[in-house]
């Protein structure tokens, strides 16, 4: 069955950076459009980044444009989301998504067929 698992998350002071790996397996991970989400308590889950087939093309939320940069490895059946100059306010626990697409990337959570167990970034003021 297809999983995806996130690792790298963790606690970090405001002003560092982390980078985020999602590992997928059971699917043909060249095949599908990617994307790193979030959520805190009582909050919808917001989109953050999103990358294409190829890793061509990328997609970002405003609130993490200059600061997050997400990449693939196919080889590797791998997503990463590195984020820096990380703040309080990016504190949530961050999940991977999957879906067989062709297009340069799916900002709508609605869309994604495969979802992680989510790993925890909490950033220290």
């Known amino acids: 069955q297809v999983q995806l698992v996130e690792s790298g998350g963790g606690l970090v002071q405001a002003g560092g950076s982390l980078r985020l790996s999602c590992a997928a397996s059971g699917l043909t991970f060249s095949w599908y459009v990617m994307g790193w989400f979030r959520q805190t308590p009582g909050k919808e889950r917001e989109f953050v980044a999103t990358i294409n087939r190829s890793g061509s093309s990328t997609d970002y939320a405003d609130s993490v444009k200059g600061r997050f940069a997400i990449s693939r490895d196919n080889a590797k059946n791998t997503v990463y989301l590195r984020m820096t100059s990380l703040k309080p306010e990016d504190t949530a626990v961050y999940y991977c998504?999957?879906?067989?697409?062709?297009?340069?990337?799916?900002?709508?959570?609605?869309?994604?067929?495969?979802w992680g167990q989510g790993t925890q970034v909490t950033v220290s003021s």
């Open positions: 998504a999957a879906v067989q697409s062709v297009s340069l990337g799916e900002t709508v959570s609605s869309r994604y067929d495969y």
